[in-house]
């Protein structure tokens, strides 16, 4: 089999990705135990909560990094979505890439009763542009994951940025994808934002009126940091609202993946989503 090891900044990105694998690559969503992954997945997250259990950790660590969020499959193709919790959580990732390379390297050897195993692995990073620009947030991804495993390079050439795609670049078996309204400035709620309105046009207006009315928005000059964050505040609280009747009390990540208020339709005719997926099925290449 092989695998797709994404790696996402929050929720948002998780749901946002799931529903692109559902509704587009017809993945489906698989609840396997541990036992019946292919190698060497079985005997890693078993290990890792292993580890993990032995460690004196508080009760408020209820984000468990060290497994996939979500695992969907299609044919003889693995997708694993990880929650990274922040671009700041670099510490995290490295550790569980280097306990998964290594194992990954090594999966037909150790098959630890598996009747499967992971024979090709590619790894997917999905990051914001935020105010600093898809340049510079790839160059800090390299030069944080460059070595995972203790003296040895784990990144080998550098980022080869996508010719039809600027927010996209490839490094051998893995890949970087910004988020923004372009490749310098922007989060992933510049994406969502414009996809909600096409079939909740009236309600989003509402919605604006309601939150630009009931808050102040401190956007100030779009070169500045905060305005970047500010945008992306205010667009995330558009987007909520808007989810509310289906789904009350509900997070921006619940409304994106369960309130249904985007259909496939929309998905597969919006350009910045039919970018996102040559490039993902380019890079990938599913079966």
């Given at each position: 089999?092989?695998?797709?090891?994404?790696?996402?900044?929050?929720?948002?990105?998780?749901?946002?990705?799931?529903?692109?694998?559902?509704?587009?690559?017809?993945?489906?969503?698989?609840?396997?135990?541990?036992?019946?992954?292919?190698?060497?997945?079985?005997?890693?997250?078993?290990?890792?909560?292993?580890?993990?259990?032995?460690?004196?950790?508080?009760?408020?660590?209820?984000?468990?990094?060290?497994?996939?969020?979500?695992?969907?499959?299609?044919?003889?193709?693995?997708?694993?979505?990880?929650?990274?919790?922040?671009?700041?959580?670099?510490?995290?990732?490295?550790?569980?890439?280097?306990?998964?390379?290594?194992?990954?390297?090594?999966?037909?050897?150790?098959?630890?009763?598996?009747?499967?195993?992971?024979?090709?692995?590619?790894?997917?990073?999905?990051?914001?542009?935020?105010?600093?620009?898809?340049?510079?947030?790839?160059?800090?991804?390299?030069?944080?994951?460059?070595e995972v495993?203790?003296?040895?390079?784990?990144?080998?050439?550098?980022?080869?940025?996508?010719?039809?795609?600027?927010?996209?670049?490839?490094?051998?078996?893995?890949?970087?994808?910004?988020?923004?309204?372009?490749?310098?400035?922007?989060?992933?709620?510049?994406?969502?934002?414009p996809i909600?309105?096409?079939?909740?046009?009236?309600?989003?207006?509402?919605?604006?009126?309601?939150?630009?009315?009931?808050?102040?928005?401190?956007?100030?000059?779009?070169?500045?940091?905060?305005?970047?964050?500010?945008?992306?505040?205010?667009?995330?609280?558009?987007?909520?609202?808007?989810?509310?009747?289906?789904?009350?009390?509900?997070?921006?990540?619940?409304?994106?993946?369960?309130?249904?208020?985007i259909s496939?339709?929309?998905?597969?005719?919006?350009?910045?989503?039919?970018?996102?997926?040559?490039?993902?099925?380019?890079?990938?290449?599913?079966?």
């Amino acid at each position: 089999m092989k695998a797709l090891l994404v790696f996402c900044e929050g929720p948002h990105d998780v749901a946002f990705i799931k529903k692109i694998m559902e509704s587009i690559f017809a993945f489906e969503r698989v609840t396997w135990k541990f036992s019946e992954y292919p190698s060497p997945f079985n005997q890693l997250f078993k290990s890792s909560v292993d580890k993990h259990a032995a460690r004196d950790m508080a009760l408020d660590m209820a984000h468990k990094f060290f497994l996939p969020d979500q695992v969907f499959k299609r044919k003889d193709d693995l997708v694993l979505l990880f929650n990274s919790g922040g671009k700041e959580q670099i510490v995290k990732i490295k550790e569980l890439l280097s306990d998964v390379v290594p194992m990954l390297n090594n999966a037909s050897v150790f098959l630890q009763g598996a009747t499967e195993f992971i024979s090709e692995s590619k790894y997917l990073f999905f990051y914001d542009a935020d105010d600093v620009g898809a340049e510079r947030v790839r160059s800090q991804a390299f030069a944080s994951f460059e070595e995972v495993v203790e003296g040895e390079r784990w990144m080998l050439s550098p980022w080869t940025p996508d010719e039809r795609n600027p927010f996209a670049a490839v490094s051998d078996n893995k890949a970087i994808y910004i988020w923004g309204e372009t490749p310098e400035k922007g989060t992933l709620e510049d994406l969502l934002h414009p996809i909600f309105a096409v079939e909740n046009s009236e309600c989003m207006e509402r919605a604006e009126n309601y939150i630009d009315g009931a808050f102040s928005w401190d956007l100030g000059s779009e070169e500045l940091k905060k305005s970047v964050a500010e945008i992306a505040r205010r667009k995330k609280a558009i987007i909520t609202a808007i989810g509310q009747r289906k789904k009350p009390g509900s997070s921006m990540n619940v409304v994106l993946e369960q309130a249904k208020l985007i259909s496939n339709q929309t998905l597969r005719e919006n350009r910045s989503v039919n970018d996102l997926v040559v490039f993902i099925d380019g890079f990938a290449k599913f079966e």
